[in-house]
């Protein structure tokens, strides 16, 4: 049976989510996209200059490709809410990662202010995708705002260091009543491949793949990762034991 990832008034076939910074040159997005089978794609609206037509990166992204457009820079609610306009008067469509960040050294988010922003946005339409702290009251309050998933982060954004709050993002897996996506830390395919197997609804990375040694081959990886992590959840994986239970009977043929 196909699984298709329902979400935001689509269809998705991918749940792997990337985003568009830190290559070397944005020419190598076209071939990341389709290495990695992505449909879905981050971009920050301060990035898009329509007056410079080659590094703009609109133009490297395939036409079927999702935009997520995302709030990068925003300090508060307010900042969100101007920047989300912005990307949907660009044409950007209405799907927005909404990121609040006034922390300047770790980078983590502001589930308040992303909350505040949540009711607004999601009131005006958009499709609103919040990162935020894994912390499973703030997900309630974010999904009564009217949010269509949530984004717990697995650890610093940009650190490649993995599930650190794996414990939070389970019990937000369990109890929020939204689809989870794991944004930012992940680092290697493994991690995606557990994420997965956890029943995370989808993962979204991007410094993995970028500052890979071979971005088109980890690309690759990271979709056979999510892939094989989402396979295993649907198959249920095997319960955990405290004793060791033997594969194969040891009596029987030991006493004849």
Known sequence: ???????????????????????????????????????????????????????????????????????????????AIRIARLARAADMGHWIKLEVINDQRYLLPDN??????????????????????????????????GAVA?????????SNRGLRT???IGMMIEEAGLPVI??????????????????????LLNTAIATARDPLGMAEAFRSAVAAGRQAYLAGLGPVQQEAVASSPLTGFLDE
């Open 112 to 145: 308040m202010e992303t909350i505040r922003a949540t009711e607004v946005l999601a009131a005006e339409g958009f499709a609103v995708f919040p990162y935020m702290n894994p912390d499973l009251t703030a997900s309630f309050r974010l999904r009564d705002a």
């Open 166 to 168: 794996k414990e939070m």
């Open 182 to 203: 794991v944004d930012a830390g992940i680092g290697r395919p493994s991690e995606a491949a557990e994420a997965m197997e956890m029943g995370a609804a989808a993962v």
């Open 150 to 158: 949530v984004m717990p982060l697995g650890s610093p954004i940009g």
């Open 1 to 79: 049976m196909e699984d298709v990832f329902h979400i935001g008034g689509k269809a998705l076939s991918s749940r792997l989510f990337i985003g568009t910074g830190k290559y070397n040159r944005n020419a190598l997005i076209p071939e990341v996209i389709a290495r990695s089978g992505a449909e879905v794609i981050t971009v920050a609206l301060r990035r898009v200059n329509p007056d410079w037509e080659e590094e703009n990166l609109l133009h490297h992204i395939p036409p079927h490709m999702t935009l997520l457009p995302n709030t990068s820079g925003a300090r508060n609610a307010e900042e």
